[in-house]
C-alpha cells in the first residue's frame, strides 16, 4: 500500500513538473547588440522564430542573419516571477497571434525600420512643435537607434530614440514602438533638457544619454567613454549636416553639380572628407 501511495505521489508530481512553464528560457543576443528573452526557437526559411509564450501560441520572427548567438536566460525569483514579467516591456517585434501566424520568408520585412519619408515627416513635425532643429533631432535618432523603430536595447531603451519605460510614461508616450509616439516624447524631453541647461547642447546630450543626474553630479559630461563618444558623435552629425547647408547656400550651383556627381560615382569618399572637415572645424 506504501509503495503504491509513494508512487501515486511521484507521477502526480511529475505531472505537475511538467505542467509548469519553464522560466529559464533563452534570450537571443542581435548582431546589433539588443536582446530578446523568449521559451524557444525554430528556424522558418530565412527568419528565426522566437516563441515568446511556452505553450507557443505566441512568437516573434527575426531574420536569421541579424542574430549573433543564444544564451541561457536567468531565471526569474520563484517569489516575484509574475510581478517581474508583468513589468517587462513588450518584444520590440511584431508578435503574430493564432490568426494570423501562418508566415512566408517575407515577414522579416515588418522588422525592418519605417521608410524615411515617413520618419522625416514625423520629425519634422515634432521639431516643429517643440522648436527643434530637424537635423538635431535626427542626429540623436541616428545615435540612439540608427533609424531602427523596433530597436531596443539590452537595458531596456525603446524605439527610435530609445526611451526607456519609465521616461516614456512619464512623457506620456503609450507606445514607444510607435514612431510618432517615440519621437514626439523624444524630442520634448530633448527639448526640456536643453530648456534645463540654458540650452547647452553638449550637456543636454549627456543627459539625455547618462540622466540629468550624473550631469549635475559631475557638473558636465560625466566621464563615461560612452557618453563621452555619445556626444561627440551627435555634435559632429549635426555639424556636419548645418556645414553642408551652409556651402549649399553659398554656392547652389556647386552644391547641384556635387550631388549630381555623387549619385553618378556612387562612392562613400566625399562623406570620409566632408566628416574629416567638420570634425577639423568643431576641433
Request: proline share 8%; net charge positive.
Amino acid at each position: 500500500m506504501r509503495i503504491f501511495q509513494s508512487a501515486r505521489i511521484f507521477t502526480i508530481s511529475t505531472m505537475i513538473a511538467i505542467a509548469l512553464p519553464c522560466l529559464a528560457g533563452e534570450v537571443a543576443v542581435l548582431k546589433n547588440g539588443f536582446s530578446i528573452r523568449h521559451e524557444r526557437h525554430e528556424v522558418v526559411g530565412e527568419v528565426t522564430r522566437l516563441y515568446t509564450s511556452a505553450d507557443g501560441s505566441s512568437f516573434v520572427d527575426i531574420p536569421t542573419a541579424e542574430l549573433d548567438h543564444f544564451e541561457s536566460a536567468p531565471d526569474l525569483p520563484p517569489s516575484n516571477a509574475s510581478a517581474t514579467a508583468s513589468r517587462l516591456p513588450a518584444p520590440p517585434p511584431v508578435v503574430h497571434t493564432p490568426a494570423n501566424r501562418t508566415l512566408g520568408a517575407g515577414a522579416a520585412a515588418s522588422f525592418r525600420p519605417a521608410p524615411k519619408a515617413d520618419i522625416t515627416a514625423v520629425v519634422k513635425d515634432a521639431s516643429g512643435r517643440y522648436q527643434l532643429d530637424p537635423d538635431l533631432v535626427n542626429s540623436v535618432i541616428k545615435a540612439e537607434s540608427g533609424f531602427n523603430v523596433r530597436a531596443r536595447s539590452p537595458k531596456g531603451a525603446q524605439g527610435l530614440m530609445q526611451l526607456m519605460p519609465g521616461t516614456a510614461t512619464q512623457l506620456g508616450v503609450p507606445n514607444a514602438f510607435d514612431p510618432q509616439s517615440n519621437v514626439d516624447g523624444g524630442t520634448k524631453y530633448l527639448r526640456e533638457l536643453l530648456e534645463r541647461y540654458n540650452f547647452d547642447l553638449v550637456k543636454a546630450l549627456a543627459a539625455y544619454n547618462a540622466g540629468p543626474q550624473r550631469v549635475e553630479r559631475f557638473g558636465g559630461v560625466p566621464p563615461y567613454y560612452e557618453t563621452r563618444a555619445y556626444v561627440a558623435r551627435i555634435v559632429r552629425d549635426f555639424n556636419k549636416k548645418k556645414l553642408a547647408e551652409q556651402k549649399a547656400k553659398k554656392n547652389p550651383a556647386a552644391s547641384a553639380s556635387s550631388k549630381k556627381n555623387s549619385q553618378v560615382s556612387a562612392t562613400a569618399a566625399p562623406n570620409k572628407t566632408e566628416q574629416g572637415k567638420t570634425a577639423s572645424a568643431k576641433n
